[in-house]
């Protein structure tokens, strides 16, 4: 992540306080099996994070200064439920009260089993052709990501951007910037590595 986008002191601290959140509720070291099946030795829990009242608000100014700077176009953040939901909640919220409103939507794993059958929740306020960015928390092999970006495109919206919070740096970049822009707050090594 270039870090030239949070020069201003302010952000500079809100980068690092939610840094030290996710170290500090988010990351563990221990064996884990991945949602992409794979085994790992570490694990980060960002809904411990966004879910907090103080999380969701840096994860919102953050966040939103990222889309500010790679994705001016953008008009709406969503991403693969369950994980992107308080994402995409918290970046609509402080849009709103930046006066830039950002629309929030969520990608459904199934499509919904009665009405319409949509895989878009908050499809009344998108329309075909607007700019997304799609956000997520953990991006390891990059298949949740991809899933989004493929539903989001199939609803005819226009994905300019991805934005994540943590890149596991497994491959995952790599498999998502195949198909759109990636900016990641925060990497491996900024959990491992205690600055």
Known sequence: ???????????????GRLLELL??????????????????????????????????????QLFGRVIAAVAPRAEAVGGLTLG??????????????????????????????????????GAQNLRPGMPVVIVEDVITTGASTLRAVERARGAELDVVHVVALVDREEGGRQAVTARAPLTALFVKRDFTTQS
């Not at 992540?1 to 980068?15: E, I």
């Not at 990351?27 to 960002?46: K, M």
């Not at 411990?48 to 009242?53: P, R, Y």
């Open 1 to 15: 992540m270039s870090h030239d986008l949070f020069d201003h002191p302010s952000l500079v601290h809100q980068r």
């Open 23 to 60: 170290r500090e509720l988010s990351y563990q070291e221990r064996e884990v099996i991945l949602s992409s099946g794979q085994r790992s030795n570490f694990y980060i829990d960002c809904k411990q994070v966004s879910l907090s009242a103080e999380g969701h608000f840096l994860i919102g």
């Open 84 to 121: 992107a939901d308080p994402l995409a909640s918290a970046v609509s919220l402080v849009s709103f009260l930046a006066g830039r409103p950002l629309h929030a939507f969520i990608v459904r794993k199934e499509p919904k089993g009665h009405g319409t059958g949509q895989w878009i929740e």
